[in-house]
């Protein structure tokens, strides 16, 4: 029997595969998509994954259900244990964490994320709300995943951003290695239109979601990329990941990423 889904569920969905088993992955303030996606991974591939909620800092929780915001006292139910956020930190440093979801409103070829300033410094057009912490944890974490679900306005993969606020593979002031972080850096990055990985640092286009083409990437993005050989469309997801989507976020909280126009995009399998 065929199934539909949404665009919102097939991202959420694409966005749990990056989880491997047995790791401790975390996410940063505000991020339903990412929130579901650790669930979604906990509940099929990745059961011995330990999850680190993001404002929280609840370790392994059961919530019933996803909140509008990721401060919510529901992300602690049935937790393990709640951190404090000096532990989390600690964690980050001695390089005890796996896994790190982080999003930006600007995002360059290497990875780099801005969720600081649009425009330039001392004096940008925008004045956003901060990393919170992100750049220390993304300099030791083993490996990021970055997702944005405003590729296609062409305004946020860029060539370079107004400002670093987490560190991607290679920056002004040199390679991870050079200025002597330790943390793997950027390993995928998931859009509403794609995905790419970063093979030699820099992203390569890997994979399409299915009611998209090259060409619609290429006009998205303001960079030049690299295509994978073996380019192929995202796997189609299970009806049961799908209803899984659908049972830990029954508000349907992970919409709320997307535009209008994006949430119209459905799928038959």
């Known amino acids: 029997m065929s199934y539909r889904f949404g665009l919102d569920e097939l991202f ?6 990056t989880v491997r088993d047995a790791e401790v ?24 994954a330990l999850l680190i909620e993001g404002a929280t800092y609840a370790v392994n929780p059961s919530p019933a259900f996803i909140p ?35 999003s ?11 969720v600081t300033a649009v425009g330039r410094m001392p004096a940008p057009k925008v004045k956003l ?3 919170g912490g992100g750049c220390n944890m993304s300099a030791t974490i083993r490996r990021l ?74 006009a998205a993005t303001g960079f030049e990329f690299a295509v994978a050989a073996d380019l192929a469309p995202v796997d189609t997801p299970s009806r049961h990941q799908i209803e899984l989507v659908r049972a830990i976020d ?3 909280v992970r919409r709320r990423e997307f535009g209008p126009a994006e949430l119209e995009r459905t799928f038959r399998q």
């Open 145 to 218: 995943t970055l997702w944005t679900t405003n590729h296609r306005s062409g305004r946020c993969l860029v060539e370079r951003c107004d400002f670093i606020t987490d560190i991607g593979h290679l920056t002004p002031e040199g390679t991870r290695s050079e200025l002597g972080y330790t943390g793997g850096g950027p390993e995928v990055l998931v859009t509403e239109l794609a995905v790419f990985d970063y093979p030699d640092g820099r992203a390569r286009l890997r994979k399409l979601f299915p009611d998209v083409t090259l060409g619609d990437v290429t």
């Open 12 to 17: 959420v969905v694409e966005l749990a595969r």
């Open 68 to 102: 509008p915001t990721s401060n919510d006292h529901s992300l602690k139910r049935g937790a393990a244990y709640s951190m404090r956020f000096e532990e989390a930190f600690d964690m980050s440093v001695r390089g005890d964490v796996d896994h790190m979801f982080l």
């Open 129 to 131: 709300g901060g990393g």
């Open 250 to 252: 029954p508000l349907s």
């Open 104 to 114: 930006g409103l600007q995002i360059d070829p290497y990875g780099n994320t801005n």
């Open 25 to 48: 992955v975390f996410h940063g303030f505000g991020s339903p998509c990412a929130t579901v996606a650790m669930h979604l991974a906990k509940r099929t591939h990745a059961p011995h």
